[in-house]
């Protein structure tokens, strides 16, 4: 049956059909709809784990049991999974096993543009790539056959235009293949430096086959053109971009397979045009493997190494004319993003802002506390590291930071990276307060479940960590839960921990107001005769409150009652219209 889907969701359809037992992922956009896409089949048990490394681990023991397994990541995921990745590339595996790694070129939801390409050479691992939804669905299937084949985990590459975009694709019937038994190997699955120093020559030995597979796979294939002068070797979406710049004037090389790449096919193509030119965004991974072949070529010098591509862009360094396109008539003011109306965040990053707190935040959406007006959080680095940092700076500052300085991380990238660092501080003893903005979530990536929400990737009742107690055991003697709805509450729990002269941990739980079964109050308004005009509701950044002729205004459509305005405003002007019913 052929119809329209998502990038990701046929790869989902391809693990799938494929076959896929047990998968296992953590969300990150923009993988996040794979694994989405594949709690949906029931055949299929798939789970949110609390980070990458620990989804690689189930993936890889699930296929250690004979079953074909699946986990998915975003590209910097796959650094928190790299420890597994390099090391099952010398196990090997037993079933097959699947890692989607999806990149974000143009940092839509990243804060690096980071090339997975290096990793699949690095860990000597296969990757494909594929360029539309109908090979994201055919290549995850031929990652199975590749993965036992050759006996190691396959690498799927995607990026955010092939895993947000849509394209035909035609679904077939789900073949479970029979499990292969598991059978105890100390000298195959033991990693003591014994084990792998024999395992190593395996993965050297895997790599030439799979070099010889790239040569007639037809994953890589050339595209003939009518002009020889200049041909393409291109890959993903900058292969779209080129077909539709270019059409059939240009021979193509298009490479399904990234790693390793076809040594004699590049050679074949590149004598058969007069130059040479390489299309791929970001690093230029395939230009530099060309150029150690010694054959000359194009690429990075014109192209640009940074963001994503467009079909203009590829036009004007290939030298073909360029789409002018229909300028609009008035410039459309700037959107930037902001934390949504009735955010819980709101009410304690005013309060860290008012106390003129250090704050070193975290990767969520409460990242967004680092935008104005409230310009609270100084510092963001990778998932975790704000408990983690707080330690270090303090340590280094001592008395000088200690009773104005916070870390703020999120419940789910806490139980992702967070703990280890809360430990870190339970431990080595600096006097640090860490604030978890506890929204009974994982907001950023669209409302995954996580190991404090209580609830399964299909929304069933499952296990669920007790954030308190788990902060206790580690050793936290002043641990307190304010509601950041709570102005008063918040700044007297913040001012009291920074005071104290221990280690402590405030949890600010209030579930994000976007979830469905959040019932609101009310929307406010402004009692125009009461509102003196100053500004002071202005200062928590919220998208429902508005300035005009000298009021306050509330956008009835985006107020969720909140009123955390109302706490600011000394003159009495807020009001609920649920008293006008």
């Known amino acids: 049956m052929k119809q329209l889907m998502l990038g990701n969701a046929a790869a989902a359809r391809g693990l799938y059909e ?55 990541m975003k590209h910097v995921g796959l650094n928190v999974a790299a420890d597994p990745l390099f090391t099952v590339s010398y196990t090997g595996v037993n079933g097959g096993m699947v890692i989607a790694v999806a990149d974000d070129a143009g940092m839509h939801s990243s804060q690096n543009e980071q090339d997975s390409r290096h990793y699949a050479r690095s860990a000597k691992l296969p990757m494909l790539e594929p360029a539309d939804s109908a090979e994201a669905l055919a290549f995850a299937k031929q990652a199975y056959e590749i993965s036992e084949t050759f006996d ?42 014994a084990n792998a120093i024999r395992r190593h020559p395996h993965v050297d030995e895997r790599m ?88 000359p070529c194009g690429g990075k010098a014109f192209f640009p190494q940074l963001g994503e591509f467009s079909q203009n862009l590829v036009a004007e360094k290939i030298g073909l004319p360029v789409h002018k396109g229909t300028a609009l008539d008035e410039t459309i003011p700037p959107r930037p993003p902001a934390m949504c109306a009735g955010c819980p965040h709101r009410g304690m990053f005013y309060t860290l802002s008012r106390n003129k707190c250090t704050v070193l935040g975290d990767i969520g959406c409460y990242t967004l506390g680092a935008a104005a007006p409230l310009n609270a959080i100084e510092m963001t680095l990778c998932m975790g590291a704000s408990v983690s940092s707080i330690h270090g700076y303090n340590k280094a500052l001592g008395t000088q930071s200690e009773h104005k300085t916070v870390a703020v991380i999120g419940d ?29 979530i994982t907001g950023m990536t669209g409302h995954q479940q996580n190991p404090t929400t209580g609830y399964n990737i299909k929304g069933d009742p499952a296990g669920k960590i007790d954030l308190e107690a788990l902060c206790h055991a580690m050793g936290f003697r002043r641990v307190r839960v304010v509601d950041p709805y709570d102005l008063d509450a918040c700044d007297q729990a913040v001012r009291e921990e920074l005071a104290a002269d221990e280690p402590s941990v405030i949890i600010s739980r209030r579930p994000c107001a976007l979830l469905k079964y959040v019932k609101h109050k009310a929307p406010l308004r402004v ?28 956008d009835a459509t985006l107020c969720v009652g909140c009123g955390v305005c109302s706490q600011l405003c000394k003159a009495g002007a807020f009001e609920s219209t649920a008293k006008e019913g």
């Open 18 to 72: 494929a076959g896929v037992a047990v998968v296992s992922s953590y969300p990150g956009t923009p993988s996040t709809e794979i694994t989405e896409e594949l709690a949906k089949y029931d055949e299929v048990y798939s789970e949110w784990a609390p980070n990458e490394k620990v989804a690689m681990e189930v993936a890889f023991g699930a296929s250690l049991a004979g079953k074909r397994s699946f986990c998915g």
């Open 152 to 193: 190691c985990p396959v690498l799927l590459k995607m990026c955010t235009r092939i895993a947000h975009s849509q394209s035909v694709v035609e679904t077939g019937e789900r073949v479970e293949p029979q499990a292969k038994p598991y059978e105890k190997n100390i000298a195959k699955y033991v990693m003591t430096p």
């Open 208 to 295: 030439e086959k799979l070099a010889a597979f790239a040569e007639t796979s037809a994953l890589n294939r050339v595209e003939e053109g009518t002009d020889h002068a200049t041909g393409i070797i291109t890959s993903s979406t900058s292969y779209q971009y080129v077909k539709e710049v270019c059409g059939d004037r240009f021979p193509i090389l298009k490479l399904g397979m990234v790693w390793p790449l076809p040594e004699q096919k590049i050679r074949d193509f590149a004598a058969s045009v007069t130059t040479l030119t390489v299309v791929e965004e970001l690093d230029g991974f395939i230009e530099t493997y060309v150029r150690e072949l010694g054959i």
């Open 412 to 440: 789910s990238t806490f139980m992702h990276s967070g703990m280890t660092g809360l430990a870190n501080i339970a431990y080595n003893q600096s006097n640090s307060t860490v604030i978890i903005l506890d929204n009974s």
């Open 527 to 554: 009692d125009p005769d009461k509102c003196v005009g100053c500004k002071s509701c202005m200062r928590i950044g919220c998208p429902a409150l508005s300035f005009k002729d000298g009021k306050a205004r509330v």
